[in-house]
């Protein structure tokens, strides 16, 4: 196997590469995201849309945890020659176990949850169920190309993804105009998606005992790191419907976040994507120093064209709201500020814990993102009445900033990646002036 990682013209060519490939079948599936969002928008009463949001939030925590961390498995194991044979065979049976789990445990607590006027129904519970199965089926075939760097069959099966669910979904609400409605669309359009990308992977049903607790022994960490930072970043959608007595503020806020991730995640997504299995394989093939130059160097300048994202999405979010979404989805400047600087510093994560990774040492994740959580529910518990909006995105910035110093002083330990402090300080202060003359 040629080495990808034996000079810096050849790492440069192959980051770029990737970048651009991971680049381009984000920029289209984040148009299709968008289309939807603007579709339900409109197709919807406001509450309706929150309500959806909150089952779909509820959805995205269980079964990040019920994964076992699989995703990260796959990228450690499956170039080992041990593990070849039976790791296609082996992860099928657990991906399938564990969306039992998660469908079983999605269907309890909406069973308990208040969401408003709204009372599943039967053919609700079926759909939720079959959601939950078929997300995590869709979630491992995408990471299972993105583990064996087959960028072309990613981009393929991405976009793929998000037109089935933009046209299935859109096309169903658009018929019913109702919460099942939505549910059933995503459910047949991640079953489409199963049933096309059968034809390229071939699996042989096999399990190995020894290999699948070798596979959850490694990702339950990732998983629990996952899923608490999807309880940082979906928390407060459920303390705003507590606090504010309906589902309607909870639509308003999803707009503003998914704005802020389509445009910033065409950055931070193909970075994330990109830099875990890369350090990985450069710290064995390389060694520690060259990893830690090639780090440093890449994180400096996503930091730079992060805050530059950032910048033009301050300038121009409120321009795009007021264009494509009724007037009810306008929010204040400092709501796209706070959630675009958190879910920047959120994509740094995955770089300054390169030490913690590479050692497998991941356990260690564990302890900041429970710090994490539990100071955005405090501050959440107390911005959120008072503030509402602003609350909710001042708090999940600041248990991301905490998560984040804590994650690379641990990780420092085993490798120094270094942070870019000057870049983000300097970025910090001149994105307050510009939100602060944007308001004003």
């Known amino acids: 196997m040629k080495n990808f990682f034996l000079s810096p013209s050849v790492i440069k060519d192959s980051i770029s590469n990737d970048f651009a490939r991971y680049f381009f079948s984000i920029l289209i599936g984040m148009i299709f995201v968008f289309g939807l969002l603007i579709a339900m928008t409109w197709l919807l009463p406001t509450e309706t849309f929150g309500t959806i949001v909150l089952i779909k939030s509820l959805l995205i925590i269980i079964c990040s945890i019920s994964n076992f961390g699989l995703s990260q498995s796959l990228v450690k194991?499956?170039?080992?020659k041990e593990s070849s044979t039976h790791i296609l065979g082996t992860s099928f049976i657990i991906i399938l176990i564990s969306g039992i789990i998660s469908s079983t445990l999605l269907l309890i607590f909406i069973q308990f949850l208040n969401f408003g006027e709204f009372k599943p129904d039967n053919y609700f519970l079926v759909s939720i169920f079959f959601s939950s199965l078929f997300f995590l089926f869709c979630n491992e075939i995408l990471n299972y190309f993105r583990s064996r760097n087959e960028t072309h069959y990613y981009l393929s099966f991405y976009t793929l993804r998000y037109f089935l669910q933009f046209a299935l979904i859109t096309g169903s609400v658009f018929y019913y105009?109702?919460?099942?409605?939505?549910?059933?669309?995503?459910?047949?359009?991640?079953?489409?998606?199963?049933?096309?990308?059968?034809?390229?992977i071939y699996i042989s049903i096999s399990f190995d005992y020894v290999l699948a607790k070798k596979l959850i022994y490694y990702g339950t960490p990732h998983a629990i790191i996952i899923t608490g930072s999807f309880i940082i970043t979906y928390l407060d959608r459920f303390l705003l419907s507590y606090f504010h007595g309906d589902n309607s503020i909870v639509g308003v806020y999803e707009v503003a976040y998914l704005l802020v991730t389509s445009s910033l995640g065409l950055i931070i997504r193909p970075y994330n994507l990109?830099?875990?299995p890369m350090y990985v394989k450069s710290f064995e093939n390389d060694g520690e120093y060259k990893t830690e130059l090639m780090i440093r160097d890449i994180q400096g300048k996503y930091m730079i064209l992060a805050f530059f994202g950032c910048l033009l999405l301050l300038i121009f979010a409120p321009i795009i709201t007021n264009l494509f979404f009724p007037n009810t989805y306008q929010v204040n400047i400092f709501v796209y500020f706070f959630l675009g600087y958190s879910i920047i510093l959120t994509g740094q994560i995955m770089a300054n814990s390169a030490g913690i990774n590479i050692k497998e040492k991941t356990i260690l994740l564990v302890y900041p993102i429970i710090v994490a959580i539990l100071i955005n529910l405090v501050l959440n518990i107390f911005l959120i009445p008072r503030y509402l909006l602003v609350g909710a995105a001042g708090a999940t910035l600041i248990a991301v900033m905490a998560q984040l110093v804590m994650v690379y002083f641990l990780s420092k330990k085993y490798l120094n990646t270094g942070f870019p402090y000057l870049i983000v300080c300097i970025c910090t202060i001149f994105l307050l002036i510009i939100s602060y003359f944007l308001i004003y």
């Open 177 to 200: 105009e109702t919460i099942n409605s939505y549910f059933l669309g995503f459910v047949i359009s991640e079953f489409i998606l199963i049933l096309i990308s059968s034809r390229f």
């Open 77 to 80: 194991f499956i170039d080992d």
């Open 274 to 276: 990109k830099i875990f």
